[in-house]
């Protein structure tokens, strides 16, 4: 079992930054491939951003892209994402979750999740 635990997200003004974290402990959580999940009201869940288990690999959807950083610090258990520039499509609640394989988009691909952190962005 992994547990995995975000950081309280917040509300931040459109072109602002934030900076979510996403702590896991339990069963070797740093040998798993992270990734970054978001859900806006009454749409699907969607993927955001991947890292593979020793940060050296990274995928994000193409509205992120040059935006959001992905990135890990094993000696913490400790996957973070880095959100610049930040629109108002940007709101949304975001999940962390882990894999046992990379690259993966699809959420049905991640067996553990965190509890989500709400992240709204204003004009």
């Known amino acids: 079992q992994v547990q995995l635990v975000e950081s309280r997200g917040g509300l931040v003004q459109a072109g602002g930054s934030l900076r979510l974290s996403c702590a896991a402990s339990?069963?070797?959580?740093?040998?798993?491939?992270m990734g970054w999940f978001r859900q806006a009201p009454g749409k699907g869940r969607e993927f955001v951003a991947a890292v593979d288990w020793n940060g050296e690999r990274t995928v994000y959807v193409d509205s992120v892209k040059g935006r959001f950083t992905v990135s890990r610090d094993n000696a913490k258990n400790t996957v973070y994402l880095q959100m610049s520039s930040l629109k108002l499509e940007d709101t949304a609640v975001y999940f962390c979750?882990?894999?046992?394989?990379?690259?993966?988009?699809?959420?049905?691909?991640?067996?553990?999740w965190g509890q989500g952190t709400q992240v709204t962005v204003s004009s």
């Open positions: 979750a882990a894999s046992v394989n990379f690259p993966r988009r699809n959420s049905y691909d991640y067996g553990y």
């Open positions: 339990g069963r070797t959580g740093s040998s798993y491939h």
